[in-house]
């Protein structure tokens, strides 16, 4: 069984059916799905925004993915992760930061489409 934290990236793809890729992963019985709770706010916030149906969304993460909440411990790490990624890119964001503390705690790959991603080797890129 492979883990994978599912980013907003993916999950808009996911919903969107843009992805034939993130489709695949998501609704494979073999993986085992965590939706960091900042992601599956930023996904209800940009489905919102984009006219979509939240509760689909909302719907879709939590019945195929289990949502991991946010400690002072990952906090911590992800603030730290965030100080450093930035020296290298300048964009990285704290919910990216966020996202890629989630996955070292769980031994987790990211399924992602986020060039802020590329390179980590916690990343599966999809199109």
Do not use: C
């Amino acid at each position: 069984m492979t883990r994978l934290i599912v980013d907003a990236f993916a999950w808009i793809a996911y919903l969107d059916v843009t992805s034939p890729n993130a489709r695949d992963a998501i609704e494979n019985t073999q993986n085992q799905l965590i939706t960091p709770i900042i992601v599956f706010s930023g996904v209800v916030s940009k489905v919102k925004r984009k006219g979509m149906d939240h509760g689909i969304a909302s719907e879709a993460m939590l019945t195929n993915s289990s949502v991991a909440g946010i400690d002072i411990d990952l906090a911590t790490k992800a603030a730290l992760l965030h100080a450093e990624t930035r020296q290298r890119v300048k964009d990285f964001s704290l919910p990216d930061a966020f996202v890629l503390a989630t996955a070292r705690k769980h031994s987790a790959k990211i399924l992602t489409g986020n060039q802020h991603f590329k390179g980590f080797k916690e990343a599966v890129m999809i199109e």
